[in-house]
């Protein structure tokens, strides 16, 4: 963060200044303050950042954002801190002309935020949003990191309602707008895809007129934009031949996929992904259309690609021992089940190949629905077995064991292991798929504790 003045801050606030200060960081964590910061006192189910706001001060803080005053500390009072850390964001972004990418979507968020800085940063200082911090306090700290230095940024949104991205949007103003697509995620708040795709556009309210949007071509929701829209819509996909960018000749390894990029009508060039999977292909064709907006050429792009890494508990091919696992631990929504399960196809294996699946969270009164489809998605998969793990997974498992997979179903995770123990073989190809809430990385943890041990033993 490049230093402000304490009074521009209050200014950005609409309150009033207690002293005169520069700041070069705003903090929210008592933890760890630099001499000098502004500390924020957030509030939230189990915490309230007011009671630190003392010992803020007396570990070097210059003032306080506070609801309410505070004895002894210099504090700039504001209706909600919460808010506030959003409103000094969206006075700091202005600061700067970045290309400013905005990516929304229901699932492959993370994944396409990923690649796009790949892309932009081969041409580009960048910055992008660390992990998934995408909400209105990880957000805001990301636009703080923006600096004169960086010519490019690749901001994550994300929502669980109304509102969300129509103030995150605000604050970021994105050049660029990408929405991956349109899926489940989150309709218990939002009743249907309808109002996730409301929602999503949200990302439309911070950007100019005539800022460019990218979707997904082969998503039925948002194909249509490209003529509702009065701005420029680029469209990408697999499927639809009409898109503006799409992929051809896909041919997957074992653990990379290549296909040759169509732009407008014209091959220009051939990329090749460290992963498998055509969510990967679609999201790369993504950041190939973010790119190309940012005027990068083609080669340099597919070259970028190439660089891709998985992260966090999204989709990392493992290896224990002799087994090959998949391991897809971070969140789960119909679209991504069903992305993970052809990984699971694609892939090849030395042995059998294994499905633990657990429940999807979030998904209100369509949820036994969407279980059921995703139950009826494995057959198709090639999985020789079907493990399946929590309360709302008994629906994926009455599913697939009526399309005729052999299925497993439990509600007790000792009694999961044990079965996934006593079921595998050397050689197995093992999916791990469930919201992040079900903590199936445990699973994994517990089943392979003794063969990692063993190996390192022999190592």
Known sequence: MEKLNLTEIAAAL???VPIEAEITEISTDT????????????????????????R??????????????????????????????????TYYRKKFSPVLIGVTGSVGKTTSKEMIALVLSSSF???KTQGNLNNEIGLPKTLLELNSGHEAAVIEMGMSDFGEIHRLSSATQPTIGVITNIGFSHIENLKS?????????????????????????DDAYLEPLKNKLSRPVYTYGIENEDVDVRAVDITAEENSTSFNVIENGEKTCCVTLPCVGLHNVLDALGAYCAGRLAKIEPEKIAEALGKYKTVGFRQNIEQH???????????????????????????????????????MLELGDLSRKLHEIVGNMTLASGADQIFCYGT????????????????????DKTELCCAIRAYLRPGDLILFKASRGMHLEDCIKEIFRQEDEQNAVLD
Do not use: W
């Not at 933890?31 to 003392?54: I, S």
């Open 14 to 16: 609409g309150t009033t």
């Open 31 to 54: 933890r760890n303050l630099p001499e000098g910061c502004l500390f924020l006192a957030l509030k939230g189910t189990h915490f309230d950042g007011h009671a630190f706001a003392k």
């Open 56 to 89: 803020a001060v007396e570990s070097g803080a210059a003032a306080v954002v506070t609801e309410y005053e505070i004895e002894g500390c210099p504090c700039l009072i504001v209706p909600d801190t919460r808010r506030a850390l959003l409103q000094i964001a």
């Open 125 to 127: 200082n960048t910055l």
């Open 193 to 217: 895809q309808e109002g996730i795709l409301k929602a999503k556009l949200e990302i439309l309210d911070g950007m100019k007129d005539d800022a460019p949007l990218v979707v997904n071509g």
């Open 321 to 359: 021992g002799t087994y090959t696992l998949i391991v897809d631990c971070y969140n789960a929504s119909p679209d991504s089940m069903k992305a993970a399960l052809h990984v699971l196809k694609e892939m090849k294996s030395s042995g059998r190949k294994a499905a633990v699946l657990g429940d």
């Open 392 to 411: 709302q997974a008994r629906y994926i498992a009455e599913a697939a064991a009526a399309a005729g997979a052999s299925v497993f179903h439990t509600e």
